[in-house]
Antibody, heavy 120, light 110 residues
Framework: EVQLLESGGGLIQPGGSLRLSCAAS????????VTWVRQTPGKGLEWVST????????YNADAVKGRFTISRDNSKSTMYLQMNSLRAEDTAVYFC?????????????WGQGTVVTVSS | QSALTQPASVSGSPGQSITISCTGT?????????VSWYQQHPGKAPKLMIY???NRPSGVSSRFSGSKSANTASLTISGLQAEDEADYYC??????????FGTGTKVTVL
């Protein structure tokens, strides 16, 4: 079964750091780009970052540039999101998703999400 | 990065057809055939329903169809069923290597 499983969410103070992980199974992880999407409570979806299959190319939303870093370890079939200088507006459910093909076409497999709360 | 524009809500009776619009610009919806649609039930992860404007992933009902004209994409749900009640989001590639979602539409089955 194709599956993505996020972990690493939690409560963190403003200005703090957190690293999210996304473990993949059921498909050849190194063949596909993967992405992070977040959803603020009661609000819509917001694209955050995408990383190419090899990890050589990354794409980031303006809202997180310079603060978040996406990476992947194909030997572990795992993607990461290092989040620094966290702000209250980063509070959201963070989903990881597999890109159907290319780097930014569409997202066909989603994890269940992990909750990040930024609050003092 | 401004979101694509969708109506806040759309409703219909069982068996009817409804259409959800998604308006962007020539930098996203109008400039590329990379429009996708996602269904999200409360407390669940989004599910891809349409990609590349009008392609359905395996397992998605043929009652769901997509189209595009200029800067506006549309999702049509025909033969509306109770299980179709959910939030729907469009998404599109945007130039300069980014992706943008729509504002979301709540579909209510009357």
């Amino acid at each position: 079964e194709v599956q993505l499983l996020e972990s690493g969410g939690g409560l963190i103070q403003p200005g703090g750091s957190l690293r999210l992980s996304c473990a993949a199974s059921g498909f050849t992880f190194s063949d596909y780009a993967v992405t992070w999407v977040r959803q603020t409570p009661g609000k819509g979806l917001e694209w955050v970052s995408t990383i190419s299959p090899s990890g050589g190319n990354t794409y980031n939303a303006d809202a997180v540039k310079g603060r978040f870093t996406i990476s992947r370890d194909n030997s572990k079939s795992t993607m990461y999101l290092q989040m620094n200088s966290l702000r209250a507006e980063d509070t959201a459910v963070y989903f990881c998703a597999k890109v159907i093909r290319g780097n930014l076409v569409a997202f066909d497999i989603w994890g269940q999400g992990t909750v990040v709360t930024v609050s003092s | 990065q401004s979101a694509l524009t969708q109506p806040a809500s759309v409703s219909g009776s069982p068996g009817q057809s409804i259409t959800i619009s998604c308006t962007g610009t020539s930098s996203d919806v109008g400039g590329y055939n990379y429009v996708s649609w996602y269904q999200q039930h409360p407390g669940k992860a989004p599910k891809l329903m349409i990609y590349d404007v009008n392609n359905r992933p395996s397992g998605v009902s043929s009652r769901f169809s997509g189209s595009k004209s200029a800067n506006t994409a549309s999702l049509t749900i025909s033969g509306l069923q109770a299980e179709d009640e959910a939030d729907y989001y469009c998404g599109s590639y945007r130039n300069s290597g980014t992706y943008v979602f729509g504002t979301g539409t709540k579909v209510t089955v009357l």
